[in-house]
């Protein structure tokens, strides 16, 4: 893996590299820190699982010092501007989930969309990574499935009652993924991470949790097909 990015001549230290890289480690740091606040909001809703949901929460603080120290390694300020606004979608429908007590689309949001976004990302990023941001990334994905399973074994155990509301909450939110992958294309174009691969990636990670849940192979191409068109 550490032989791609050299093969690529990445230039870590170019002004083109650290201008993407200023939203790009933006968009990893505001992600990390929603997905803080969406598992304290998740505690509450969920009491029964109040513990599992503050462990999930501490490790995403802390993966996100991770990656403010990879920004710093690079000498790059995150543009955290660009990155709330890129997370807006997301972060107001979670909010009104909450706000109306809809786990089901709450856990939609955050265990399935966002950390298989997420996942999608890291393993994209992790082969043309400089070699301080590789080795925080490799520790981060690996956090990553066992946040993902916990959604995913909450959602099983409950598909049943959740099965419409899931289908709704994925019409909803999916086209937003696709919206934000069209809007990083060219910045992770520079860190030589390819949208068709992102892309693979988040649909291969987001159909295996639709199926880990209880949805048939006919469902996931149905649900997964909302907003496809846009990517």
């Known amino acids: 893996m550490q032989q791609v990015a050299a093969d690529l001549e990445l230039d870590f230290k ?10 790009i480690n933006a968009i990893v740091i505001e992600g990390e ?19 599992d949901l503050i462990r999930l929460s501490k490790m995403e603080s802390r993966h996100k010092k991770g990656f403010e120290a990879c920004g710093r390694n690079l000498q790059v300020s995150p543009d955290m501007e660009f990155a709330k606004e890129f997370f807006a979608g997301l972060h107001s429908n979670f909010q009104e989930a909450a706000a109306e007590g809809k786990v089901v689309t709450c856990l939609l949001i955050q265990s399935l ?15 043309v990574a400089d070699d ?3 080795k925080i990334t490799e520790g981060v994905v690996k956090d990553e499935y066992s946040h993902l399973n916990f959604g995913e074994v909450w959602l099983q155990k409950n598909f049943a009652q959740s099965k419409a509301e899931l ?8 086209p937003i993924v696709w919206k934000m992958l069209n809007q990083v294309e060219h910045d992770a174009a520079t860190l030589a991470m390819e949208k068709e691969a992102l892309v693979e990636d988040f649909m291969i990670q987001y159909g295996e949790a639709l199926s880990n ?4 192979t006919r469902d996931i191409m149905r649900m997964s097909a909302y907003g496809l068109t846009a990517a």
């Open 167 to 174: 289908e709704e909450a994925n019409r909803r939110n999916l």
């Open 213 to 216: 849940i209880g949805f048939t």
């Open 14 to 23: 170019s002004e083109k590299y650290k201008d993407a890289y200023s939203r």
């Open 132 to 134: 301080f941001a590789r």
């Open 33 to 51: 820190q929603e997905a803080y606040e969406n598992y304290i909001t998740l505690a509450q809703l969920l009491p029964e699982d109040k513990e």
């Open 113 to 127: 969309i966002i950390e298989c976004f997420a996942i999608a990302a890291y393993n994209i990023y992790i082969p």
